[in-house]
């Protein structure tokens, strides 16, 4: 059980303290109904927490990342001396679970439209592959495969950590019960909710799509005509909610 948790304390140093503070980066993490200047607070807060994530790991604490990183990389070195594939490989398959669990448990109650959907599916498709290569690879140990492979494999994984979470983040988004509006590029993290009789409102000018809540405004260029279908979408919501008043 030492191997086991130690495994999973790595992961959390190496993999779950730069993807938090990356989604604190990539994504506005308000996730209730709430005024406008209540929703910028809370974002401001949370990206300043995850930089605070950054700076404990890389500046602070830098040797606790690094030891961290070489026990993870030592892994091939653990199960030739210890015989615990097994144990690994639990540990591997609680991270990745807990990983999908945290992505997919986020669109719960919410309906997204991701601008490059196909390339996500294809990230997921590719992460979840090279996973099994992972598993496979570590099977075959003991039977004196190069394990310098492993670091290489590794390193990809969280490549494909990092680029699953930006792919997602790029959305047009809305909760099932129409409250709530986001439209992300990375660059841009815009979330507003109506409050109260608060209405939302859309407005479309040359392929600009414009919708407001009465306080504040969220324009919308290149969208894809998928994310054009879920405005479409939460036009149709809103109006039968409206109706049912």
Same mark, same amino acid.
Do not use: H
């Given at each position: 059980m030492v191997i086991f948790w130690s495994i =999973? =304390? %790595? @992961?959390?140093?190496? $993999?779950?303290?730069?993807?938090?503070? $990356?989604?604190? @980066?990539?994504?506005n993490c308000t996730k209730k109904v709430c005024s406008a200047k209540e929703s910028r607070n809370a974002n401001i807060l949370s990206k300043a927490l995850g930089g605070l994530v950054l700076f404990g790991l890389f500046v602070y604490t830098p040797d606790t990342f690094k030891e961290s990183w070489q026990e993870l990389l030592d892994i091939p070195t653990i199960i030739i001396n210890e015989h615990c594939f097994g144990i690994i490989v639990s540990a591997l398959l609680i991270v990745l679970l807990t990983f999908y669990i945290m992505i997919f448990g986020d669109s719960l109650g919410v309906e997204i439209f991701y601008k490059y959907e196909k390339l996500r599916i294809v990230a997921i498709g590719i992460h979840l592959l090279n996973n099994v290569i992972m598993i496979v690879y570590l099977f075959l140990i003991d039977k !004196?495969? %190069? =394990?310098?492979?492993? !670091?290489?494999? $590794?390193? @990809? +994984?969280?490549?494909? @950590?990092?680029?699953?979470? $930006?792919?997602?983040? =790029? !959305?047009?988004?809305?909760?099932? +019960?129409g409250r709530i509006f986001e439209y992300n590029t990375v660059i841009s993290q815009r979330k507003i909710s109506t409050v109260g009789d608060d209405k939302f409102d859309l407005t479309l000018d040359n392929d600009e799509y414009e919708i407001t809540n009465g306080e504040e405004i969220i324009r919308m260029k290149k969208l894809t005509p998928y994310q054009k279908e879920g405005i479409k979408k939460f036009v149709e919501l809103i109006r039968e909610k409206q109706n049912d008043k």
């Open positions: =999973i =304390i %790595n @992961f959390c140093v190496v $993999l779950w303290g730069p993807c938090i503070a $990356l989604v604190t @980066f990539v994504q !004196k495969v %190069n =394990i310098a492979y492993w !670091k290489y494999l $590794l390193v @990809f +994984d969280l490549i494909m @950590f990092a680029t699953i979470i $930006l792919v997602s983040a =790029i !959305k047009v988004a809305y909760t099932e +019960d």
